[in-house]
């Protein structure tokens, strides 16, 4: 069983600024990518960062200097630092996983349960 548990959604104003994590546990042998897809009522699901295990981390357009990607290999944890939020980035924020769970094993991608973040004055 593999389980990845996020915190650190909420409401902030515009301008403010949030921090995700997501942590991944259990049966794992090796995890390669990891990162954030983020939903909006209405619109279609959209790969907000995601972050090799070793290389350069890739960013929408639209969150460029705004948001950072960053990882904990020892913990298994993938964080999300949003600065300078807008009202359009109010999504629920979805971290996932690609995952290896034995040498023998092949690779499949696992999912958080989705975090609210609401930016609104």
């Known amino acids: 069983q593999v389980q990845l548990v996020e915190s650190g959604g909420g409401l902030v104003q515009p301008g403010g600024s949030l921090r995700l994590s997501c942590a991944a546990s259990?049966?794992?042998?090796?995890?390669?990518?990891m990162g954030w897809f983020r939903q909006a009522p209405g619109k279609q699901r959209e790969l907000v960062a995601t972050?090799?295990?070793?290389?350069?981390?890739t960013y929408a357009d639209s969150v460029k200097g705004r948001f950072t990607v960053s990882r904990d290999n020892a913990k298994n944890t993938v964080y999300l630092q949003m600065n300078s939020l807008k009202p359009e980035d109010t999504a629920v924020y979805l971290c996932?996983?690609?995952?290896?769970?034995?040498?023998?094993?092949?690779?499949?991608?696992?999912w958080g349960q989705g975090t609210q973040v609401t930016v609104s004055s």
């Open positions: 259990g049966s794992i042998y090796s995890i390669n990518a």
């Open positions: 972050i090799p295990s070793g290389g350069t981390s």
């Open positions: 996932y996983a690609d995952i290896r769970r034995s040498i023998r094993s092949g690779r499949d991608v696992y």
